[in-house]
């Protein structure tokens, strides 16, 4: 049964009383009376709960001219590396998904998620655009490119591969519907076929992440796995207009097979080997979430890999790692686990294993419901229970480490947008479903040589 507006203001005011209430004597008592307690909440109200607050950043948080998904939203309202106009390619891709999750849990009703749609998709149609590729970020304001660095001022098609696997979604969902419906529908699919990906090969049997028309190939990063641009290959495949080749897939992304790893961590099979140009065993644990937002690892195998599997252990070892805690930082364990990219005590970092900062990004955990889910619950529970004061309006801050005493009330779109999704992949798997129904992706599974549920 969908949870009422209602049962969620109150959930959530009860949250923000523990956390933040500085009322006295009898009106506090007053007022703990009114409030379910977190800690005797159930999961499912938890998990509702969660995906409201996550499900926010992208509704009520976004960039307001655009629709999009900010890059960031600082609630101490300090922006000291891009403007708080800045919006993610690759986050507003999660953002997509994030308000279907949206509708499922009654949030928001399915004609007001389409004007939001209609917002989104009308920017992103005019925006810049790099041989079909978005930007990784863009001015939501006027839509122009804003740079990523340096050189990297054009086309992200790691990003874009991110932002049509939403939109893909988005498609399915409405594709059946009414007249303007079915034409939001029919944009999308133009938008996303308009995307040049075999352009992006340069020729060669690779797909190259960053093309620019000022910096040319210069950032020069052709992709060989394993990492988090999985999709970006299958969509590549799925491109009935700009279609790749097999051999881009087997011998770019798969490295003509060494890609394939018989290595163990904690007595699991790593199943691929998740550095092309590194020695490091594991990656961080955002490798087995951004891919599979729509991508479903259940039964996704091809000759190098049983994805769930790999996706599964992944986030096992994670954990695993945390309740051996090698660093012995305090407060890691059963309850308390999870190092993905994120924030950091310097800047921002790539937390995993062998690169531990003794920092905690909560979305790692709390991302992998469908591989880990008690794992996962006890770090939801622990952090609405006995780490209240991390927990902010659209959810878990970004990182914080016990540790060192650190954390700043701050969100990062591309980790606040697995969580939604994910968990509601765990709980309906409504996300998988609408994206491995596109006929377009299954036949770029099919061309790959990917098995999967049909």
């Known amino acids: ?40 909440l159930s999961d499912h109200t938890l998990l509702d709960s969660i995906q409201f607050q996550t499900f926010n950043y992208f509704w009520e948080g976004a960039e307001p001219n655009s629709g999009l998904a900010r890059e960031r939203l600082h609630m101490d309202d300090v922006y000291p590396t891009s403007p708080k ?74 990003e874009t591969a991110f932002l049509v696997q939403g939109m893909i979604a ?56 394993y990492n988090e641009c999985l999709i970006m290959y299958v969509l590549a495949a799925a491109s009935p207009t700009h279609s790749i ?18 290595g163990k961590m904690y007595g699991k099979d790593l199943v691929l080997d998740y550095y092309e140009h590194d020695e490091s065993a594991i990656g961080p644990l955002f490798w087995a979430h951004y891919s599979y937002l729509g991508l479903n690892p259940t ?26 805690n090698p660093e012995n930082y305090k407060g890691y364990g059963d309850s308390l686990w999870g190092l993905t990219s994120s924030y950091s005590i310097k800047g921002y970092a790539g937390h995993r294993p062998g690169n531990d900062l003794g920092v905690i990004s909560p979305t790692a955990a709390l991302s992998s419901f469908p591989y880990t889910p008690d794992e996962s619950m006890k770090m939801l529970r622990y952090l609405y229970t006995k780490q209240d004061s991390l927990v902010g309006k659209y959810g878990p801050y970004d990182a914080f480490s016990i540790d060192k005493k650190w954390y700043l009330p701050r ?25 491995m129904k596109n006929e377009d992706v299954k036949n770029g ?6 098995t999967y549920k049909k």
């Open 170 to 225: 988005v498609q399915e969902y409405f594709k059946d519907g009414n007249e303007e419906e079915k034409q939001l529908a029919q944009k999308i699919d133009r938008l996303w076929k308009e995307v040049e990906w075999d352009w992006y090969t340069k020729g060669e049997d690779v797909l190259y992440w960053h093309w620019s028309p000022t910096d040319n190939w210069d950032m020069n990063f052709p992709v060989g796995g």
């Open 411 to 435: 969100y990062l779109a591309i980790d606040q947008g697995p969580i939604p999704v994910m968990i509601e992949n765990y709980r309906s798997g409504m996300l998988w479903d609408l994206f």
């Open 245 to 262: 080749s097999k051999e881009v897939y087997d011998r770019g992304w798969a490295r003509n097979d060494s890609i394939m790893s018989t």
């Open 299 to 324: 039964n996704l195998k091809d000759k190098y890999a049983d994805y769930w599997k790999l996706t599964q252990n992944h986030a096992k070892i994670h954990h695993d790692y945390a309740v051996e």
């Open 445 to 450: 599974l099919d061309k790959l040589g990917f």
């Open 1 to 40: 049964m969908k949870i009422s507006m209602t049962k969620i203001t109150t959930i959530l005011m009860g949250c923000s009383f523990l956390i933040f209430s500085c009322k006295s004597g009898e009106k506090e008592k007053e007022e703990s009376n009114k409030i379910e307690s977190v800690s005797e």
């Open 85 to 158: 106009n800045t919006v993610t390619i690759g986050g507003s891709g999660f953002g997509f998904m994030a308000i279907l999750v949206g509708i499922k849990r009654g949030f928001i009703s399915r004609e007001d998620a389409f004007k939001r749609y209609v917002k989104m998709v009308d920017f992103l149609e005019k925006a810049d655009r790099f041989h079909g590729a978005w930007p990784h970020w863009l001015n939501g304001e006027n839509g122009r490119m804003v740079p990523f660095s340096k050189r990297d001022t054009g086309g992200d098609l790691v």
